[in-house]
């Protein structure tokens, strides 16, 4: 290769920070592009990109806000052809299970030409201790709009190192993995395995679309996460996901880590404690 750089696109989000310390562990080349980088990169604006990604060999890409909405598909096509014109070779796509704009967007990669990898995940096991649910985690009370239905939450610890394994790996390269926890868990059910693990009463409540977004908005959520949280609650988690896959063992030849893991693990650092 000319280049043996790598950019992360997103790469101060949930896996994009991990990736980053696992690929500097290897004393590889990284870089992040984000709109607070050195060389900033901002999915609105266009005239970032190519500073961003000038001079790497391949890039993680995970989009913001996500791929469900409109543009997503178009902007990934787009930031695909840039990246083949500054000379790199592959794309490793953060993807999601089970929506049409994030495999329309997966077919846009594909359409470019360039090398890619599609890392398809379910629900993070880390949206209870680093995303919108925190709060109420913490609280003693988590109401979602979601009944019971099954999601093989997935750690984002076996999301890093499926990228890492994609980005240094050229066997894994035009591959599509899913990757899935071991284990399918309601909401309900997972919030008593972090009560358990935190050792202290944690409760989960059923509640209306309707309560949900109010209660988004009533605790200062930006609309537009808001307008994700209601698509993703209204229409993803419908049973059409529940099915667990196996994606972490076909790339990384171990089994995916279970929810009861994550949950000890993060009780263990005091992030629930009361």
Not at 58 to 77: H, K, M, N, R, T
Not at 249 to 260: K, M
């Amino acid at each position: 290769m000319q280049n043996s750089e790598i950019v992360l696109v997103g790469g101060s989000g949930k896996t994009g920070g991990r990736i980053m310390k696992r690929l500097e562990a290897r004393a590889l080349t990284v870089r992040a592009a984000s709109r607070s980088s050195t060389r900033p990169f901002d999915w609105e604006d266009r005239s970032t990109w190519r500073g961003a990604l000038e001079g790497a060999s391949s890039a993680y890409v995970a989009f913001q806000p996500d791929l469900s909405v409109a543009w997503a598909a178009e902007a990934i096509g787009a930031l695909a052809n840039v990246a083949r014109e500054c000379g790199l070779e592959h794309i490793v796509l953060l993807s999601d299970r089970g929506e049409d704009g994030a495999q329309r967007s997966e077919a846009a990669l594909k359409a470019s030409g360039i090398g890619y990898t599609i890392l398809r995940a379910s629900w993070f096991c880390q949206n209870f201790s680093e995303g919108a649910f925190v709060e109420q985690i913490l609280a003693g009370r988590l109401q979602l709009p979601a009944g019971e239905i099954n999601e093989p939450f997935i750690d984002a610890g076996d999301i890093a190192d499926a990228a890492v394994a994609a980005l240094t790996h050229p066997s894994h390269r035009n591959k599509t993995y899913e990757l899935t926890g071991p284990r399918a868990l309601t909401f309900r059910q997972a919030v008593a395995e972090i009560a358990q693990a935190a050792g202290r009463p944690i409760e989960y409540e059923q509640v209306s679309m309707a309560e949900f977004t109010e209660g988004l908005a009533a605790a200062g959520l930006p609309q537009g996460l808001i307008d994700l949280l209601e698509e993703l609650f209204g229409q993803v988690l419908d049973g059409r996901n529940s099915n667990t896959m196996g994606g972490v063992a076909d790339i990384l030849g171990r089994p995916a880590a279970d929810f009861s893991r994550y949950a000890r693990e993060t009780a263990a650092t005091g992030l629930w404690s009361a």
